[in-house]
């Protein structure tokens, strides 16, 4: 955790920095401005030099105990320093907010009292700075030899990944045959054409990408078809030389000897000349575009080159396939006990009755259905044969049961060549446990509040937190929750029908004749379903494959963002367990009522239907608080906890009197109250540093100083209250998102809400009552009167979102120049409205389940910046206006409109990279014409 508790405080560094430097300095005395800014200054040099000695001893694996001890005091005075530059961040942030509160002959006291202030921070700046030297002192003491293998974990040992080869002893392998079927299946299809095809199989480590591959590369079909076969290995380190060598090596059988690659390219190129060759390319982790296009390059000499590739990464599936990825999942229940019974048991007659049955089968569900797991404790408990002795294990974490290392080499490796920025963030998921999972928006709050993201490159901290989560996702190491299919998944395996079929059968011989590089262009994002009941002697392979493509593109769109907010995240089981294993002592995931034995400096805690009291050695080191139907009464004091960044209460009990003391949480940036409120407590005006603030199921809104939340930039509201009561927190002008949801009270967008200047995200969900959205609803004022500045109407928002306004009808007399920032825009179940403003800076346009007539994309003949249009179930939606100007147009999808028509004749300058449309029978013709694949259910 050392690189995330770095990232922190460099990133407090600077948010104190960049107050000194604002126009808020003109507070402050103007001796102590300098010296501050100095000794600011001075303790981020001091971070960056905790950082790189850090960053060596996790380089070096340092394992001995009186190291471990000189790297905690090196952790524990990075703390301190993070505690100095949070102290003094609210400080500065509490002199801003009375020197707006105070009469000018008051202003001198406060600022002598600064004064004194910024004397104590100096002191404990130079206090920091004296233990760093004195520890660094130590440090030379502490250098280990060479020769003291047994104290170093070297990272070259970490680092390294088994090689493999193409043996395979089947008789062990339990399942997998259908997805080595559909493999074998896919390569002979390709191989019937010339030029390189790349499949890549994706899953985390220990899957069994390799046995697939293994199972593939040995079946007779494939042999037989191909004129060579070859196995490479590649392992993390992407070295193009070694790799071409052992490509050619696989052809000519006998060591190559070159160490320039343009002499080894001679001698492949003559092996390849006019054949027709299979490669496996085992493990691949390069994410490199251009050494992977140095390696393939002279493959293209070849007639036909089938290349199948295994990797954890999405993105090197993304940018090595040429087809579409297969995805490896966990093997089933069934084949699992089958493994496990055959590594535990042996040959041994098993009585399914007994109790080692019993409680492996319970044990078993540790492993998640990876095979590696099941295979590797499999073989801990073969030696083993009392019940007690397995009892012991079920109990035990897996990553405990590890001592060999048989199970998490593999996976560590996931975790060693994750970049720095995303370890931190990688290990706070596993403060959710698997069956809850998380939200992705709930997930990068925390990270934000934790300090592990923050804004570079012009980008916000939820944007670069968004492609973090999405970077994790693609390394499979955060995984989607089973269960969550949408609606639009179940209408599209109603496509499998009879009249679908006879379609796919029509379109094959055109399909055949369209450019193969389309389909290349066309296949690359989404992952493969499996799709049984098609039969593939009935169903060309490829249309098969496009038909897939569209339907995962529609699903993909769907969740990108409109429903992220809903869709469940969770880590494996085993890589959950890998995740404890690093951070054992510093995260605690207490799960009903088992909260006992905490560590004595708990950092983050999630504790779910606790009836006890929790009790704390070390309140003050806790971090981040999750806790999940727990009472009142499981704390005596909530304000102990005053180093708490993050807090969230789930829970169907009245916490108004546990949390009357929060304002004492002066280092809380992130508040969710997900629980039954009589009010907010006065105090929650003391929070000068919450940046993200949650609210369900408040009973009363009263007035109060919330304008004091200066730092406030993320409001979600989900209560009823009265139509103005909302209009106090309309004065944050550091508000850059807000969400009311469930406001059933509210009949109007709050008065003041186009005061927001800085606003970048509105959502309203849920809103029944709403009717109308007009132009004064977007304006902004000041003190009840409308500006004459027409330029002011929401000028920073990006983002619009308006879900189940089920009485909205009316949004008009917005003019095109609203909103000049507009470029996400989602209408969901607004089942009256009738009329969509034209925004001419929108992006991507989403709308389902609306009373539209007719939707406008441009403006007169001015070209549309519109890149992915997603319309469905609007079911009196006639016309689209617009068409000729969507010149930047990637991605069309439209389902269920039956009235929707669209000539021939209407002309389109961009044919979009990925188009499904789907139940709109008007449309057909126009289809034909752009070659745009049309579906019909009924």
Excluded at 424 to 439: H, Q, V
Excluded at 690 to 706: C, G, P, Q, W, Y
Excluded at 880 to 898: E, F, H, K, T
Aim: glycine share 4%; with cysteine.
């Amino acid at each position: 955790m050392a690189s995330g508790l770095i990232s922190s405080l460099l990133s407090s560094a600077s948010s104190l920095l960049a107050i000194l430097r604002g126009p808020s300095s003109a507070l402050y005395p103007h001796s102590s401005y300098p010296t501050a800014s100095a000794d600011l200054q001075r303790l981020k040099r001091l971070i960056l030099r905790i950082q790189a000695t850090l960053d060596d001893a996790e380089e070096q694996g340092m394992q001995d105990n009186y190291v471990k001890l000189w790297l905690k005091e090196l952790k524990d005075l990075a703390r301190d320093a993070e505690d100095v530059l949070n102290d003094y961040r609210y400080e500065l942030l509490q002199c801003q907010i009375r020197e707006c509160q105070v009469d000018c002959p008051r202003k001198r006291k406060h600022l002598d009292t600064d004064e004194e202030d910024d004397d104590s921070i100096n002191e404990r700046i130079n206090e920091i700075t004296n233990r760093f030297e004195e520890i660094s002192r130590d440090r030379a003491a502490l250098q280990l030899r060479p020769e003291d293998g047994q104290k170093i974990a070297g990272r070259s040992d970490w680092l390294k990944s088994q090689p493999t080869s193409h043996l395979l002893d089947e008789s062990l392998v339990f399942g997998r045959i259908d997805e080595k079927e559909n493999i074998v299946e896919s390569v002979l299809s390709q191989s019937m054409k010339p030029g390189i095809v790349v499949l890549p199989i994706v899953g985390m480590g220990g899957i069994g990408k390799t046995t697939v591959a293994q199972m593939v590369y040995n079946d007779v079909r494939v042999r037989e078809h191909f004129e060579h076969s070859g196995w490479i290995h590649v392992s993390p380190t992407f070295d193009v030389l070694r790799l071409t060598t052992a490509i050619t090596e696989s052809l000519t059988k006998r060591n190559c000897g070159f160490t320039q690659l343009s002499l080894v390219h001679e001698v492949l190129l003559k092996e390849l000349d006019g054949k027709k060759l299979f490669f496996v390319l085992d493990d691949v982790w390069s994410e490199c575009e251009s050494s992977w296009h140095d390696l393939i390059r002279p493959l293209s000499y070849a007639q036909t080159v089938i290349i199948l590739v295994t990797t954890r990464s999405k993105e090197v599936a993304r940018l090595a396939g040429t087809v579409k990825p297969f995805y490896l999942t966990a093997i089933p229940n069934d084949d699992c006990w089958l493994l496990f019974q055959h590594f535990a048991f042996g040959k041994q007659c098993v009585n399914e009755k007994s109790s080692l049955v019993q409680i492996g089968k319970k044990i078993l569900q540790k492993c998640g259905g990876l095979p590696l797991a099941v295979k590797s404790v499999g073989c801990l408990l073969r030696s083993k044969t009392d019940e007690h002795t397995w009892m012991e294990i079920l109990e035990s974490e897996l990553w405990e049961l590890d001592e060999k290392d048989n199970i998490f080499p593999a996976l560590r490796l996931s975790y060693y060549w994750l970049p720095t920025r995303l370890k931190p963030c990688f290990l706070l998921c596993s403060l959710y446990p698997t069956y809850l999972g998380f939200t992705k928006d709930e997930m990068i709050d925390l990270w934000i509040a934790q300090g592990y993201v923050y804004s570079t490159g012009g980008k916000t901290r939820q944007e670069v937190g968004d492609e973090y989560f999405n970077e994790l996702h693609a390394r499979s190491l955060i995984e989607t929750s089973s269960g969550q299919l949408l609606r639009e998944a179940h209408y599209f395996d109603e496509l499998i029908g009879r009249s679908v079929i006879d379609s796919l059968y029509e379109n094959v011989e055109r399909l055949r004749n369209i450019e193969p590089s389309y389909y290349a262009s066309s296949l690359n994002l989404f992952p493969m379903d499996s799709m049984k009941s098609f039969s593939s002697e009935r169903i060309d392979n490829f249309q098969l494959s496009k038909y897939i493509d569209m339907k995962q593109s529609l699903i993909e769109t769907y969740l990108e963002r409109s429903s992220k907010s809903i869709q469940r995240f969770k880590l494996h089981d085993v890589i959950f367990d890998l995740a404890k294993s690093f951070t054992s002592r510093e995260r605690c995931t207490a799960m009903l009522g088992t909260l006992c034995n905490l560590p004595n400096e708990l950092h983050q805690l999630h504790a779910s239907q606790a009836s006890g009291i929790l009790s704390f050695h070390e309140p003050r080191s806790l971090q981040t608080l999750v806790l999940n139907c727990c009472f009142s009464a499981s704390f005596h004091e909530l304000s102990s906890f005053v180093h708490l960044r993050a807090l969230v209460l789930n829970s169907n009990q009245d916490v108004t009197n546990m949390i009357c003391s929060i304002g004492n949480l002066k280092h809380l940036r992130y508040l969710s109250l997900n629980c039954y409120l009589q009010e907010l407590p006065e105090s929650v005006s003391c929070l000068y540093s919450l940046e993200t603030l949650v609210i369900s199921n408040l009973r009363i809104l009263r007035a109060t100083n919330f304008h004091n939340l200066v730092s406030l930039k993320s409001l979600h509201v989900y209560f009823e209250f009265l139509d103005g009561s909302l209009d106090q927190f309309c004065k944050l002008d550091m508000l850059d998102t807000l969400c009311l949801k469930r406001c059933s009270n509210l009949t109007y967008l709050p008065l003041h809400v186009g005061s927001l200047i800085n606003l970048q995200r509105l959502k309203l969900i849920g809103i029944p009552n709403i009717r109308n959205l007009d132009h004064a609803s977007f304006k902004y004022r000041r003190n009840n009167s409308i500006t004459r500045y027409q330029e002011a109407t929401f000028p920073s928002l990006e983002e619009l979102e308006l879900d189940k306004l089920c009485k909205l009808e009316d949004w008009y007399g917005i003019q095109h120049s609203d909103c000049p920032k507009l470029q996400r825009l989602t209408i969901r179940d607004c089942t009256k409205l009738r009329t969509v403003p034209c925004f001419i800076a929108l992006k991507k346009l989403v709308i389902s389940n609306c009373a539209l007539m007719s939707l406008q994309f441009s403006v007169s003949n001015v070209t549309s910046k519109l890149q992915t249009i997603d319309i469905r179930d609007c079911l009196c939606l006639s016309t689209l206006v617009g068409l000729q100007n969507l010149s930047d147009l990637m991605s069309l999808y439209i389902a269920r409109c039956p009235r929707l028509l669209v000539l021939p004749s209407e002309s389109m300058i961009c044919k979009p990279h990925y188009t499904f449309i789907a139940d709109c029978p008007k449309l057909k013709l126009w289809c034909e014409k752009y070659e745009f694949n049309y579906f019909q259910v009924n």
